[in-house]
């Protein structure tokens, strides 16, 4: 910065210095004047204290589509700049102005079970302070589910696992909660032959759940049975020694990257007929009629596709949003 001067009072034993910029380290020389000459200067340095963050912030409150913040309002802020975007969001995202006197703002227009980070900045008269930030995902409010995956996971899908695990951990992580009094999720993986990875009833926590789910193995032989994957799935997760609930509503989704070695819609049907709705995510080559067939109702509304793995995180929303719409359907209800 460019050096600036003040002429003092004779008399003056102290000066205020306004108008310098916070967190910066400043030189000041002090002399004196006898008769227009200037006395030898005395030096000192110091640094004028930083801007402070936001502090306390934090989410109060979560629901499908939107998240309510709080934190404690910060003495000087004249506003706020709230900023949100969704974690895999590249651009700039979205953003508020917010009064120097708030402490709290809900967020809306969200999409369920993604997660997102909210950064808040306080606004000062001429800056602009550090960014606090938290992150949060949206969450299906006011149902519970037992749901099944049915994985395709033998070794020659391995380039597959990342983007179906994610999508399995996306939509693990939008059931509000996990355990025998709220929500619970299985996995059987398939290829020539099906096998449980493990059962609704294997996990209390989405914190266990979400660490299992990372954990799915992708080792099996290749093949492509999901009618018999079906039928496995009825026969022994579907059952109450291994967690299904009567009176919760249920679903199976079939994961698929191919079409079906085996028939698929008689299984699926008795599957159906015992109330359980069957949801299906296509991927690439999947055959999107024999999954349509498969699905309650034969609806492609319960029938997602994406072109290959990479087109799998445009998913995730959609899936968290059909299994938000069974867990809602009212407990007893058969569909």
């Known amino acids: 910065e460019a050096e600036s001067s003040r002429l003092i009072g004779r008399d003056a034993t102290s000066f205020d210095l306004d108008g310098l910029r916070p967190g910066v380290s400043y030189t000041m020389r002090l002399a004196a004047i006898?008769?227009?000459?200037e006395s030898q200067a005395v030096?000192?340095?110091?640094?004028?204290?930083?801007?402070?963050p936001v502090t306390g912030l934090r989410v109060a409150e979560v629901t499908q589509n939107s998240v309510l913040l709080g934190w404690?309002?910060?003495?000087?802020?004249?506003?706020?700049?709230?900023?949100?975007?969704?974690?895999?969001?590249?651009?700039?995202?979205?953003?508020?102005t917010l009064p120097g006197s708030s402490s709290s703002y809900r967020v809306t227009g969200l999409r369920l079970g993604l997660r997102y980070r909210f950064t808040l900045q306080p606004n000062f008269q001429r800056e602009v302070g550090p960014e606090t930030s938290v992150d949060e995902r949206?969450?299906?409010?006011?149902?519970?589910?037992?749901?099944v995956f049915l994985v395709p996971a033998s070794r020659d899908r391995a380039s597959l696992a990342d983007s179906l695990l994610s999508l399995l951990t996306s939509a693990a992580g939008s059931l509000?909660?996990?355990?025998?009094?709220?929500?619970?999720?299985?996995?059987?993986?398939?290829?020539?032959?099906?096998?449980?990875?493990?059962?609704?009833?294997?996990?209390?926590n989405s914190e266990t759940l979400l660490?299992?789910?990372?954990?799915?193995p992708f080792e099996d032989g290749p093949g492509n049975a999901i009618g018999q994957a079906m039928t496995f799935t009825r026969q022994f997760l579907l059952s109450p020694t291994a967690g299904r609930r009567p009176r919760v509503p249920g679903a199976v989704v079939i994961i698929a990257d191919e079409k079906s070695s085996d028939n698929i819609t008689v299984p699926a049907s008795v599957v159906k007929a015992s109330g359980v709705?069957?949801?299906?995510v296509g991927i690439g080559r999947a055959d999107s009629e024999e999954l349509r067939q498969a699905v309650t109702d034969g609806s492609t509304?319960?029938?997602?596709?994406?072109r290959d793995a990479t087109q799998l995180g445009t998913l995730h929303a959609d899936l968290a949003d059909l299994l938000c719409g069974v867990a809602r359907i009212p407990e007893g209800v058969v569909r």
Do not use: M
């Open 211 to 216: 660490q299992e789910i990372l954990s799915t």
């Open 277 to 280: 709705t069957v949801l299906a």
């Open 34 to 37: 006898f008769r227009d000459r």
């Open 301 to 306: 509304q319960n029938l997602l596709y994406a």
């Open 138 to 147: 949206t969450v299906c409010v006011g149902g519970r589910l037992d749901v």
């Open 43 to 52: 030096t000192i340095t110091a640094s004028t204290a930083p801007l402070q």
């Open 176 to 204: 509000t909660t996990i355990g025998e009094r709220d929500s619970q999720l299985g996995i059987v993986v398939y290829s020539a032959r099906p096998k449980v990875w493990f059962l609704l009833n294997r996990h209390s």
């Open 72 to 96: 404690v309002p910060l003495t000087g802020a004249t506003g706020y700049i709230l900023r949100w975007k969704e974690e895999r969001d590249t651009g700039p995202g979205q953003s508020t």
